[in-house]
């Protein structure tokens, strides 16, 4: 798991965990100058310190790659041991749940693009949320809080007017979780109109 990948297309999961464990790596304990991590790590008593900021990204990878491997060995026991580069562990997945029940693999899938969202967050790319449906109005160009920062709990903000209308004039505000729901619902969709 400690390898780098190599990965050409830069926007999946995996590419963005790739990036994402790359630039952990190359930033030890130097000093991330010019750079504000605040928001990110809320509860660390000496902000600006790298070395707390590193143990937040190096926390941050660690929790995903657990999550996807725990839920990938709880659909499927016999699932082989893990590829020996950390962002491989999105296919590893995938090949160890083909076989499961469809509601797991959906549930992956989820997974998935939530983390595709949290690592490119994480990195401080807060662009992968504009281009996501709100999961009520169906409108594109959810809006991500600048104070959200890095803060991956944050929540996105629908600003289309007529949304907020319905909604008792409340922008309505999705977690990461509600964004990957709906994008893999829709995925799944259009997939079936497809066939
Ligand atoms: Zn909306």
């Not at 780098?4 to 790359?22: F, I, K, N, P």
């Not at 990938?72 to 580069?85: E, H, S, V």
Request: aromatic share 4%.
């Amino acid at each position: 798991m400690d390898q780098d990948a190599e990965v050409t297309d830069t926007d999946t999961a995996a590419a963005r965990l790739g990036q994402l464990h790359r630039y952990f790596r190359e930033r030890p304990v130097t000093g991330p100058e010019g750079h504000s991590y605040t928001a990110f790590r809320a509860r660390t008593p000496a902000a600006g310190s790298p070395i707390l900021y590193d143990t937040t990204v190096s926390e941050h990878i660690t929790n995903a790659v657990t999550e996807i491997v725990t839920h990938t060995r709880a659909a499927n026991p016999d699932a082989g041991p893990l590829p020996a580069r950390t962002a491989d562990v999105y296919a590893w997945a995938r090949d160890n749940m083909q076989h499961a029940p469809d509601v797991e693999q959906q549930r992956q899938a989820v997974i998935e693009a939530r983390h595709r969202l949290e690592h490119a967050i994480t990195a401080g790319d807060t662009t992968v949320v504009r281009p996501h449906r709100c999961p009520a109005c169906h409108t594109i160009g959810l809006h991500w809080p600048r104070e959200a920062g890095r803060n991956t709990r944050a929540k996105a903000v629908c600003v289309n007017l007529n949304c907020a209308a319905a909604n008792g004039g409340m922008h309505r505000r999705w977690s990461l979780e509600a964004l990957a729901c709906e994008q893999v619902r829709v995925e799944k969709m259009l997939r079936e109109c497809a066939t």
